[in-house]
């Protein structure tokens, strides 16, 4: 309420029973309790269309759309009896109101001489819209009491993502509820009709249709500015850059709405009665912006959860205003260097420059829409936001802004492995594991993401910065069972444990972080008789490496080292015309496959709960599962239910 949107994660299981209020010309009360089990339970003849026909009548306003935006500048103080009204300054508190509570919608219109024309058409749309959607909620919640439901879902046209509408239905149900009762509300709820005959339509082959297959994206769709549409969608790439460009040739700032200001008393004793008339609602209906529904039905959870229901991608909330604001300076810090390396990608020429202006230019207005609005696309975490990031880039037709980069460090890794291999080797096998952990972490911190991790690169070479970094990462470390993870690998005995049957490595960077980390750790998981999945990304976002590049490297160090060319091979990866190997007098070992699979992602940040299916059928019979930067060991016959941290 009072503006703040909290977005709810809802486990399946705990889902029903709910009541659904559709809130449409008039209202519709639906008690649901499972999946095709529902009946209309009660309604009521007072809604959108009285709201529209009465406001209609009273204000001479023809649409819908018109009475919301009058709504936005009324004061309903001067139509509405309050409690204040009547019984002056006493302390109503010990009954439960307060001065500011609405005695009497429309009540002080019979108590003055006055005549229609006499009341401001912006507080007649207020106060009615106010007297419904009260109405409404109180209706609502005695139904749920009559069922004994707590939670309640609201949708319909009359509602629309109306910041103001929907604060007013929570605060009614809160207040009769006395807080037992949860007025929630759905994001796309302008959409469900639509969707849900999507959804139902059987010949799509959509019966078992999950979440976790539609993806939402936020094209720049059309010419939006000052919280408004100007114009037709936007067509082509070349007419998105053309208005871009519009708006600097004018010196127009490419603006996101005005932010909310906290709303005037509500009427039911909640909040306070803003302090000057001069004081406004900003109520935009745009204020929960929707995007374009991708569905992607080859995305599925991944499989080795532990707890599917406690899996949250975003370890950063920014919901703390304060973290927003540290990641939109970052990210606003970076933006120049960004389009620099995406033009330069594309060979620098005058279209790509125009190209890499648009990018930031919608970029940076994206921004600017999220701290007006944090919820304005939804539940916002860091990996939202960097993965906003790709996909405006790719929008406008960057492919992959950090190519050159990452050949470059590829082949400055590649160049140092032999080196490194010859080291590792030398190692027994106990300390070469703790080495290679080791490896995995220090090889991480090269990621372009990181500002302190970009200074880095300007003091030393790779193979410096990891050998520096592998020093430093001394145990204990803050999540430290490798202890655990070395009595599974070696025993503690006479008896020597099996290998793992299959290990899933999550490669993260380019360049050190999969030449000096990764495939260092594989190539000893190959030697002891493990399958190796090397899982990268679908799409390039920053300096990752993508399951397309990840062949390539394999091929070249392959030729530094006969395991890894054994394994390839088995796997798939090469034949060998492409493979010359410096020793070939050593005999190449049986060998248990190296593969690649995609991860079904674009992002900096991966999402397990929408991964490929390839990745997903790889994962059934993983019993170790290798994060860019931790092991996780799946003990047990049903891994899923038994993990365990390394680092």
């Known amino acids: 309420m009072e503006g703040q949107k909290m977005f709810v ?44 026909g009465l406001g209609k009548l009273l204000t001479k306003c023809e649409s819908f759309d018109e009475l919301l935006e009058l709504s936005q500048r009324g004061d309903n103080r001067t139509i509405d009896m309050l409690v204040g009204d009547i019984y002056g300054g006493m302390d109503y508190s010990k009954i439960g109101l307060s001065a500011s509570t609405i005695a009497s919608s429309f009540g002080k219109a019979i108590s003055e001489n006055k005549g229609l024309d006499d009341y401001r058409p912006e507080d007649i749309s207020l106060s009615l819209l106010r007297m419904i959607s009260y109405n409404i909620g109180q209706i609502s919640y005695l139904n749920a009491l009559r069922f004994g439901l707590k939670r309640i879902f609201f949708g319909g046209f009359f509602i629309r993502g109306h910041a103001y509408t929907m604060d007013t239905i929570s605060f009614a149900v809160h207040f009769w509820s006395k807080g037992e009762a949860q007025a929630m509300f759905l994001r796309h709820e302008g959409f469900l009709g639509a969707l849900g005959a999507f959804m139902s339509y059987e010949k799509h082959g959509l019966d078992d249709l999950m979440v976790h297959q539609l993806v939402e994206r936020f094209p720049m769709g059309a010419p939006y500015v000052g919280g408004n549409i100007h114009g037709p969608p936007l067509g082509d790439l070349n007419e998105k850059i053309s208005w871009m460009e519009k708006f600097v040739q004018k010196g127009t700032e490419i603006t996101a709405p005005v932010p909310m200001a906290p709303p005037g008393t509500t ?240 490669v993260d960077n380019s360049g050190a972080d999969i030449v000096l980390g990764m495939l260092p750790l594989a190539r000893e998981l190959l030697r002891r008789g493990t399958e190796v999945v090397l899982v990268a990304n679908s799409l390039p976002a920053l300096n990752d490496v993508t399951a397309m590049e990840v062949p390539d490297i394999v091929a070249e ?91």
């Open 267 to 506: 009427g039911l004793g909640g909040f306070e009665v803003p302090s000057s008339k001069g004081d406004t609602l900003r109520c935009d209906a745009s204020e929960l912006n929707v995007g374009v529904l991708h569905l992607v039905p080859s995305l599925e959870v991944f499989p080795l959860f532990a707890d599917p229901k406690r899996y949250e991608p975003n370890t950063i909330d920014l919901s703390d205003r304060s973290e927003l604001e540290y990641w939109y300076t970052v990210l606003s810090e970076q933006l120049s260097d960004l389009v620099d390396k995406a033009v330069a990608s594309e060979g620098g020429t005058d279209d790509a420059e125009r190209r890499g202006d648009a990018f930031a230019r919608a970029f940076s207005a994206h921004l600017a829409r999220l701290m007006e609005e944090p919820a304005a696309y939804g539940k916002l975490g860091l990996a939202n936001l960097l993965e906003l990031r790709e996909e405006c880039l790719r929008e406008f037709h960057f492919i992959d802004a950090y190519r050159s980069i990452k050949q470059r460090e590829n082949e400055a890794s590649l160049a140092v492995l032999p080196d490194l291999l010859k080291e590792l080797d030398s190692m027994t096998e106990e300390a070469r594991m703790l080495t290679l952990i080791e490896g995995v972490l220090a090889a991480n911190i090269f990621d372009w993401g990181s500002r302190a991790c970009v200074d880095l690169y300007h003091k030393g070479t790779i193979i410096e910065i990891y050998r520096m970094s592998r020093n430093k990462m001394q145990r204990p470390w803050r999540v430290d069972d490798f202890d655990v993870f070395k009595e599974r690998m070696f025993g503690s005995g006479d008896k020597k444990p099996e290998p793992h049957k299959r290990a899933l490595l999550f």
């Open 557 to 647: 160090a392959a030729k530094h080292c006969d395991i890894l060319r054994g394994a390839a091979e088995a796997g798939g990866l090469l034949v060998d015309a492409m493979i010359n190997i410096q020793d070939s007098s050593k005999e190449s070992p049986s060998s248990v496959p190296l593969m690649v699979v995609e991860n079904g992602c674009g992002s900096p940040c991966i999402d397990l709960r929408q991964v490929s299916s390839e990745l997903a059928a790889a994962a059934k019979d993983a019993d170790l599962v290798t994060p860019a930067f931790s092991v996780i060991e799946l003990l047990g016959t049903r891994p899923p239910n038994a993990t365990k941290g390394l680092i």
């Open 9 to 52: 994660q809802i486990d399946q299981n705990d889902l029903f029973p709910y009541l659904l209020v559709n809130i449409g010309s008039g209202v519709s009360m639906i008690k649901v309790d499972g999946d095709g089990k529902f009946q209309r339970v009660s309604g009521t003849n007072v809604g959108g269309g009285t709201y529209w």
